[in-house]
Structures are given as C-alpha cells and as structure tokens.
C-alpha cells in the first residue's frame, strides 16, 4: 500500500523559510514522480514543483520559480521543499503527490498523480 506522509509546515513571518518534508512508504520511491501542490481557502489546488521520477529533473511554477528548491533523499524515501523568501500569498495546504506513470506533460495537473499526502498546513503572516 502507498502512503504519503507529509510534515514539518507551520507559521512563519514573511521574508522567512521553511522545510517541509514527505516520506513515501509502499513503493520504491527512486520509480515514482514525486511533488507539491498547494491549496489556500476557495481556490483550486495549484501546482507548485514536481521532481521527475527517471531523469530527476525538477519543475517549478513560475510563482516560486528562484525562491523554493525540490529534492530528494532516496536512501530516505523523502523528498523536500524547501522555501524560502516566503511571501503571504503562499500560504495554503501544502499536499505531497506521487504517482509512478505520469508523463512529462501531465505533471501540473492534480489529476495525474495517483497517491496523494493529507496536506500540512503553512502559514505565511506576521
């Protein structure tokens, strides 16, 4: 069975950073497109960065783009995101996807992940 377990989100000031954190169990993580999505209240869930399951390559939306970096620990089965130079307009549940077929041109869309985390809450606000 596959799990998603996301942690480590909070309140933090703007201008700050944080690291948060989903440990994938179930399957063999190195085969698996890992990534972060994000809802803030009334809106749809957006995408935020992904890291392709074979090449490792790491995609972003132009919103975080030179702020958050994506990686992963494959030793540990986690991958990060790391963010930084948070903003208010950031905050939302942050959900961690997986999912071990997606294609290239699919992964922004919610829709094309499998596997999803229960979503850790970050809250950007002074």
């Known amino acids: 069975q596959v799990q998603l377990a996301e942690s480590g989100g909070g309140l933090v000031q703007p201008g700050g950073s944080l690291r948060i954190s989903c440990t994938l169990s179930?399957?063999?993580?190195?085969?698996?497109?890992t990534g972060w999505f994000r809802q803030a209240p009334g809106k749809d869930r957006e995408f935020v960065a992904t890291i392709f399951r074979s090449s490792s390559n790491t995609y972003y939306a132009d919103s975080v783009k030179g702020r958050f970096t994506i990686s992963r620990d494959n030793a540990k089965n986690t991958v990060y995101l790391q963010m930084n130079s948070l903003k208010p307009e950031d905050t939302g549940v942050y959900y961690c996807?997986?999912?071990?077929?997606?294609?290239?041109?699919?992964?922004?869309?919610?829709?094309?992940?499998?596997?999803w985390g229960q979503g850790t809450q970050v809250t950007v606000s002074s």
């Open positions: 179930g399957r063999n993580f190195r085969s698996f497109t």
């Open positions: 996807a997986g999912d071990g077929t997606i294609i290239l041109s699919s992964i922004r869309d919610p829709r094309g992940y499998d596997y």
